[in-house]
């Protein structure tokens, strides 16, 4: 029997498929890498930290970021580090918001008695972390009546709104069910735009805004949806859901992390396992840069020319500098 991804779609029907302008792979059956990139030099900036993700560049040089198995938000320069504020749970992923603040995808935190588990007890939630007094807000932890799971990560639109993956917990026995959302930043409204699957994880906009990216882990498949509005993408034609495109797959036996997008509209995701970064075009070619670390969770963008990209490496406990062949995109705010 085809093993079929979270939305049905196998793997060999996944390296065929022509969506987003052709997937320009190698047909070896289970990979849909073309090319391998040279492993870049890098630098570190942090060490000792307790599994790091969500790095945010700031405009004083600094980069900000969030230790999962810590429970808290650390500041990293010129080789130190200072804990921002101890927000508790499992914080996952970060962003700048349109007021300054930093808001952040909190997975409530790991089993205490098995770190590889999720707490089914902590409800998962996003947060805003005012970087001035250290006061953490709870702006959302369910949907209607559906407590959230896990929130991975998030991106602002140019609006303010915030779109974002729910993970869904992994747990003893399986993994809970997680999808994307949209909300507001002042805790006012928040909508489900997808749900039902597992591992949804990093998520980014193209440059025009029109098109919204996530990264499916388990299955190292990255996707994209029209978006129409605020909050708003693209039916299918059952009109049974939002539509689903495919974009693009990595190898077998490795799992897609957060992401970033390039000024020319690429998309960067931290790659598990075989840790680097995969990065996926706008034709559809995906190339692949091997890094010495097991777990390269995430990468964010920065510096005067945006060519600065933070990786955190979780395994290790780093966060690294490289200097990358484009510039970034620059985030909203």
């Not at 993956?165 to 997680?178: A, I, P, Q, S």
Request: charged letters at 20%.
């Amino acid at each position: 029997m085809a093993v079929r991804d979270e939305f049905g779609l196998t793997r060999r029907k996944a390296m065929m498929l022509g969506a987003v302008g052709g997937l320009a792979a190698t047909a070896t059956p289970g990979r849909a890498v073309s090319k391998t990139a040279p492993a870049g030099t890098f630098e570190i900036l942090a060490e000792g930290l307790a599994f790091p993700e969500g790095p945010v560049a700031m405009p004083d040089g600094s980069v900000i970021l969030v230790e999962l198995t810590a429970g808290q938000v650390t500041r990293c320069w010129n080789g130190r580090t200072e804990v921002v504020s101890k927000v508790g749970g499992g914080p996952n992923g970060a962003q700048v918001g349109p007021d300054g603040a930093l808001y952040i995808c909190n997975s409530g935190g790991v089993d205490p008695s098995n770190s590889h588990l999720a707490d089914p007890s902590k409800p998962g939630r996003i947060e805003r972390l005012d970087l001035d007094t250290g006061k953490v807000e709870r702006l959302y932890d369910r949907v209607g009546d559906r407590p959230l799971s896990a929130p991975n990560d998030l991106v602002f639109d140019a609006d303010g709104g915030i779109w974002f993956t729910d993970f869904g917990k992994v747990l003893e026995h399986g993994y809970g069910r997680g999808g994307v959302y949209y909300c507001r930043p002042d805790g006012s409204s928040i909508r489900e735009i997808d749900y039902g699957a597992s591992g949804y994880n990093g998520i980014g906009l193209s440059p025009d805004g029109k098109a919204l990216y996530f990264a499916m882990n388990h299955s190292a498949r990255l996707y994209r949806m029209t978006i129409e509005g605020a909050g708003e993408v693209t039916q299918d034609e059952n009109g049974t859901g939002p539509k689903k495109e495919f974009v693009g797959v990595s190898s077998s036996g490795v799992e897609f992390d957060s992401l970033a997008v390039t000024r020319s509209g690429n998309v960067c995701i931290g790659t598990n396992f075989d840790g680097g970064i995969t990065t996926i075009s706008l034709s559809g070619e995906t190339s692949f840069m091997p890094l010495p670390e097991k777990m390269v969770t995430n990468i964010a963008f920065g510096g005067r020319d945006m060519r600065d990209a933070f990786l955190t490496w979780a395994v290790s406990g780093r966060l690294v500098r490289m200097r990358w062949s484009e510039p970034g995109l620059r985030l909203n705010f």
